[in-house]
């Protein structure tokens, strides 16, 4: 079974930073995908980065593109985390971040698309004051 535990939210002002982890347990041998999306208050969940674990190509959504910067580290063949580097935050960033996996990046249209049952974190928050 697939789990996803990030960490790393927080608060910070405009212009600042914030690394997000999420640890992914449980895929076995092979490329997956690995990445994020956020859902601010009363808004949809939007997709923000991904990558994939086995040649370690990156997307990005185009309002993070140049300022987030998502990366993996594999542990063991079962243990992967992915980071998601925030620099230049601003306070439309403010949301909660969740973390999410699957066999592919299936990003089209600027879309991440997630297979129906693909796991997902419990999500930590980021707030960027002015």
């Known amino acids: 079974q697939v789990q996803l535990v990030e960490s790393g939210g927080g608060s910070v002002q405009a212009g600042g930073s914030l690394r997000l982890s999420c640890e992914a347990t449980g895929y076995r041998g092979g490329g997956f995908c690995l990445g994020w999306f956020r859902q601010a208050s009363g808004k949809e969940r939007e997709w923000v980065a991904a990558?994939?674990?086995?040649?370690?190509?990156?997307?990005?959504?185009d309002s993070v593109k140049g300022r987030f910067t998502v990366s993996h580290v594999s542990q063991d063949i079962a243990k992967n985390t992915v980071y998601l580097q925030m620099d230049n935050l601003k306070v439309g960033d403010t949301a909660t971040y969740y973390c999410?996996?699957?066999?592919?990046?299936?990003?089209?249209?600027?879309?991440?698309?997630?297979?129906?049952?693909?796991?997902w974190g419990q999500g930590t928050q980021v707030s960027v004051s002015s």
């Open positions: 990558i994939t674990t086995g040649d370690e190509t990156a997307y990005y959504s």
């Open positions: 999410a996996a699957d066999r592919e990046c299936n990003v089209l249209g600027g879309q991440w698309r997630l297979a129906d049952n693909s796991p």
